[in-house]
């Protein structure tokens, strides 16, 4: 007996004083509170919101979380959060004939386009400066426009040839419409290091 609660005791100050975990390495990352290394089985990752995400110190390339307010995996690439809902996580490119960097699929779609037919390369319909609210999806709900900016919830717009009931051009390029140099706004749904194009 005396020895189940000797072994027990350690047990626990053990578990106590190690804050992190590793299964399969004995010595986890920094910035992980788990790190598993395995060929034979998967990995469930902690759920957590932005707020919580963004407050990660030095997170360790590779580092994934299930982000609750997207509802989506995302993963660590060194640099930025990627968001692997968007369906282009290693933003795979083209490069045109004028030097110009491309990515290689429409917004949304899984894969290159192998016929006219291909639904899988179709990707999400954005309305003009619209974030990635839900009306992108090709199964979202509709509703009749014009709206103001801010009211817009996650239907798609119908009726109108501008969603918006004041047009702004500018809302995924800054300067777009006033020839100044293009920044990329808040709205703009491409991956980092991306933008929409502008109309030129």
């Known amino acids: 007996m005396k020895n189940t609660i000797l072994a027990l005791t350690l047990i626990l100050s053990t578990l106590s004083v190690q804050a992190q975990v590793g299964i399969g390495t004995t010595s986890p ?19 957590m919101d ?30 930025f959060w ?3 809902c968007d369906g282009v996580a290693d933003v795979p490119t083209v490069i045109g004939a004028n030097g110009v960097e491309w990515m290689d699929r429409n917004l949304g779609a899984s894969q290159v386009a192998t016929s006219p037919t291909d639904a899988a390369s179709y990707g999400d319909l954005y309305q ?17 426009g014009p709206v103001a900016a801010g009211n817009e919830g996650s239907d798609f717009i119908t009726d109108r040839d501008d969603w918006l009931s004041t047009p702004d051009d500018d809302r ?29």
């Open 50 to 79: 932005t707020d919580a995400r963004d407050g990660i110190g030095s997170p360790a390339e590779g580092l994934m979380i299930y982000n609750t307010d997207t509802n989506c995996l995302q993963f660590y690439d060194g640099q």
């Open 128 to 144: 003009w400066g619209r974030a990635a609210d839900g009306h992108e999806d090709r199964n979202s709900s509709t509703a009749s």
């Open 29 to 47: 990352d920094p910035s992980a509170q788990l790190e598993l290394q395995s060929t034979e089985k998967g990995f469930l990752p902690p759920r």
């Open 82 to 84: 990627i968001n692997v």
């Open 172 to 200: 995924w390029n800054a300067n777009e419409t006033s020839g100044g140099s293009v920044v990329k706004t808040v709205n703009d749904t491409c991956p980092s290091g991306y933008r929409i194009p502008t109309e030129a």
